[in-house]
């Protein structure tokens, strides 16, 4: 007798395929933000920060910001593919914001990986909780500190993410 698939299963399926759909785009991103080779004039790109008691240091080349209809998105990775990534919605230049502490608020911080499997550890709506302090926004560099507790809802597991600082060309 065949066995088709079950619910569980199918659930397994389209998490597996979100996941691997969320590290395309995330690819696209990082290398569509190229930099002309230009620095930012505030000093080198880098993106950094402990992840769970680990440094992580993006590599120069991956470190890339846009400003697109009021969202500010910052992204770095290592040569791996670990990667960290921000969202601002409704940005407006230096100031504080915040993840995790309403389901109304679409900001978002995400530490994931894809190697030895894709996971995403997430602070947005109202999981997890957030801090991204934009120090510095000029018109060809943004520059800023993050720390958040970020949760991955497939394993229902944790991860601390703290000390981020990061400068990025835009």
Not at 98 to 106: F, W
Request: hydrophobic share 40%; net charge neutral; charged share 10%.
């Amino acid at each position: 007798m065949l066995h088709i698939c079950s619910v569980n299963n199918l659930k397994i399926f389209k998490m597996k395929n979100l996941q691997k759909i969320a590290v395309l785009l995330l690819t696209v991103f990082m290398f569509s933000c190229g930099s002309s080779g230009d620095e930012p004039t505030g000093g080198d790109a880098f993106l950094t920060a402990d992840v769970a008691g680990a440094s992580f240091a993006s590599m120069k080349a991956s470190v890339g910001a846009t400003e697109t209809n009021g969202v500010l998105a910052v992204q770095g990775s290592t040569a791996n593919g670990d990667y960290i990534r921000l969202n601002i919605f409704s940005y407006n230049g230096a100031g504080t914001y915040v993840t995790g502490d309403a389901i109304t608020n679409t900001n978002s911080l995400m530490y994931g990986t894809i190697t030895p499997s894709v996971a995403a550890w997430t602070s947005t709506f109202n999981i997890g909780q957030g801090t991204i302090r934009i120090t510095e926004d000029t018109a060809t560099h943004v520059k800023g500190t993050f720390s958040f507790s970020g949760f991955n809802a497939a394993a229902g597991t944790n991860k601390q993410v703290s000390s981020g600082e990061f400068s990025a060309p835009k």
